[in-house]
């Protein structure tokens, strides 16, 4: 695809974290070329190199963007994007993706405010793209013919959704209780303060367990013409915040309803494969899941950076007294967790013609 | 007690990471007086002060204690000490102590080499002193008369066992699920390397799930003359190492035989008392468990020191959608959960007249 | 002294992290008894429990002090209070301290707005009790009769300050070139958020080199009924920011007059002593300055604490090819940096009768 | 250059950590191929995935060079490799690099024992590649045809030297304060325990100041047949320890021959070039020296991986009140400061027709 043909993109919420990912995410996409920055009106009116002050990536602002001027999340400023990245605070992301949808525009979307509308899917590309299959009865319920919008999960639900996609597949899923070890790039800039993380732990993140027992329900679950379904099984979470830059770190417990052994489970998690692979998309991982043999892995600074940051790595299958299965996995929260995994689930709608 | 009065005790292990917590903790206790110190080959021979190359507290060796001369560990450099203290490897531990025992002197050991023989107890102060009990059935047994064994269990099960007690005490306990986050001085020096852990997180601790699944149930259970029989419930464990200096918290999932409220869980948490505080013991804390309501509450930086390090910290009690309730927990591994434990026991063992 | 006779005392900023820790040191004084606590009109009205939501040092709120009701800074809430800290940020403290001062209230206050008036001391107290002395001129400029104020230094030009007196004393100073690595609680709270900081460092701190170059020279200079004089001698300074919750570590390299041994140094820094401590005042150290001769020393984990954080540690003082030696100095930054130093300021006021 | 034609290389001291980055930048170079992989005793005999258990990159061991059987460091097990790389632990690369040397092969080590030998050049390969052309006089010197050693400098010592260069170039260099701010990858495995850097600095690196001292001036020096002459100015060294994995940082004094303006020196910095661009190599990065203009730069996390880590960053530019400028400095410690370094002088090495 030449530059001239690739499909016009905006960013919403350029600024923050997500947003600065999905810059650096989409600076050099073959699919889809950056023409547009939304951010609030502090930023609006000036450069990107300018209103990203708080720019916070291991790369520096790509030099075709930095000269971009941001304008404020109004559709009229993103004229001739096919769709756009929302990377929005929660405050405000539901009034301005609604406004964007409604103008036509395609929201890919990491805000979790329209994640339980009727006809709104949930989706983890490399878990179920198929939900994407559900736009046309969204557009139809919305009397739209362009404009629709796909969220993605939360970071420590999509790391979680991979390998439970798995193992539900293969042996059927009862319950799972999880505790999280979660990274600080998850709480947006400027975030968790210093003092809280330093030689400490906080077992605590609003909101964040709620989600994380809920969200994957939606997710693995199937939907048809009226919305979707939740898969019946049960999630318990416990959340917490460690001094990790990012990747998400998550011990599982899991009852199935299958008896496979410990060698079948890993089997299984080795030869997962999903559509966005048998696609080809630019985003696709080589694996969905990595299987690390070693005892003491996954770990956040090794085993973030796997396929990109679009590969979960799972260790340590091993028995559990109490339900079936221990496991310890890890994914990238910005990256498959937040900006990558937006970014994919448009690619999958490219490919499946919805753009 | 003036000086003379005191028990006079050595240490053995005295350079080590718990080694040096003991030291730090008799330098001015009002019962024990310290006298003798043994580590290995290398340091004996020299003054402490010399030989503690490493040492890592966060005050400077007591002045009284830097001028003693290092021994092997070996029962006649003892002479005179009616107990010591171990804080030696395991790779060392089984056999130097049981020489000192059969020398006629108490052994309050950190190591986990005699937690499971048959007549030594594992004790928790704050949780099951009374298994102190079975020391003339130990003495016995071997045919000593003042020499005997304490074992302290490991560091992450001791703050585990003392909420656990209260809701068996007035639930009953059927199972629980754990997942830890522990510090790094709970590896000893040089103990964890620091490439590790910056910017990361461990999810294994070698031999560290085996003993958090067994040692409660020894903690919990009870005995008779014919040994210990294990208290009948199920852990299961995850532990992790992260970057904390001191602290280690702890994500339970527990499920009850009863059904209590969440707020008799906290009351019965808030009401907990041992007897080492009814003893009035040196060490014993004013509270073995303080309850803070803060959502973001147990964290190891502001939580460790509660109670001199012999409080464990207990939150976030709130319903589990898979067991009966959700918790966390922290305790200070080097005081309570090592050094702080096995110094309190030998005050229970004092008490109880047992030496 | 009995809690009747108690100086009457109050802190403004109270729910700062300077304001906590003058809330945490005052909590026992044998000399103060803290009364009344300010902050601003979103804290105003509610119990202190319920205002310092941000409360983070290692011991919990005072249960005397959490029940006293925070006011608006504003002199008729400080009702029979003889003096006030303050900890209040630098953009609203001037005109606070301002009215206080006028209201007849002796300020010690911890912001940087008054530090360069014409009467107003900067004192380390440690180090120039003496410009105390100026109050009464002070008093007659302003036409008050009670009221005044003294500031104490920034936090790293605190620590500097007491080996460059020692130095400057011994051996006549010239020249001082130094570097900070300074802890993240100097930046109050939030302060420098966390995805800044793990696995970091930034080599930036607005405003502090320029007091770092300055403040020293009016500390250690002279004063008479006009006003102060610098101390002649350069100051050069790199200041950066490290993952350290509390302790400023400084590398030095200092230029002298006289030209001693490397053991004259030391001898010099060891043997130091202030007026704080011939008075006996209550927060007065055992030692001014602590010389810790291992080669890696000091560091900030295990030394910031010592003399209760109101001592500084000096290492490695070794020849500079440059300018005459080569020292690593450590203080803790909110204790005599900060909240610690105007205490012990307002301990030497009354020990010399101003109060 | 197909596979078959490429330059066959070894690895000495292939499991530490200097050995692991060379296996990394070894996996895909266009002109060498990796083919031996020598490490001690207890490795040699197993596939390097099995001896490399201390594994710590962020990428896996390359497939293709896991498999290679790991050798004892002798040149008979290194047939037909031109030359090694040397990440060997200076207790023992003396000894084992002079062998291979007299066996034939070029020698690029990065250990220290050679690094003042008569011949031996000490080459930072952006800076010093001219050093390069003393290797006939060390070959004839040394009686061999083929075989030679080339060292780099020490990794604080490396990323100094670029903008010393520079600075001596443009406007003579007369003398470098100099503070470091160390990644603790520097100390190798297991390095720098956990329990001394979390929460902490060291302000102490063994031996570290005195090879910052020396090191640049031969590095900036010149050579005839007779061997090297150090460039005639002083350096002033403070090296600490942080928090840090990756990335040395660098505070910097210095004091100039000529007087240029703030900018003049920003100037100097950005146009910098070295011979390693201009030729070409594999390695060499599109920058030698980045300046980065905000006043918070270089700072680790963001800046260590600029040029793939063989750009050094330089900011802060600015007068300095004792000598004439003060700037800071990050370069990558294991890259262009060790393995990398090594590499790009192998490269200039071919390039040069010495292989």
Known sequence: MTEGQKIKVGVLGATGMVGQRFVQLLADHPWFELTALGASERSAGKPYVKAA???RQTSEIPSNIGSIMVSPCEPQHFDGCRLVFSGLDSSVAGEVETAFCKAGMAVFSNSRNHRYDQYVPLVVPTVNDDHLDIIPAQQKANGLTTGFIVTNANCSSTGLT???KVLDDAFGLEACMVTTMQAISGAGFPGVPSIDIIDNVVPYISGEEEK???EPKKILGSFDQNGFTDKDFKISAHCNRVAVSDGHLECLSV???????????ITAMESYTCEAQRMGLPSAPKQCIVYNEKPDRPQPRLDRDAGKGYTVTVGRVRPCSLFDFKLTILSH???LGAAGGALMNAELAKYKGLL
Do not use: F
Not at 255 to 265: D, I, N, R
């Open 53 to 55: 002050v708080n720019w």
């Open 162 to 164: 991979v390998p439970l």
């Open 212 to 214: 994380l027992e809920i």
């Open 255 to 265: 009852k199935l309803k299958g008896s496979p052994t410990t060698e079948e489970v």
């Open 333 to 335: 929260n910005t990256i």
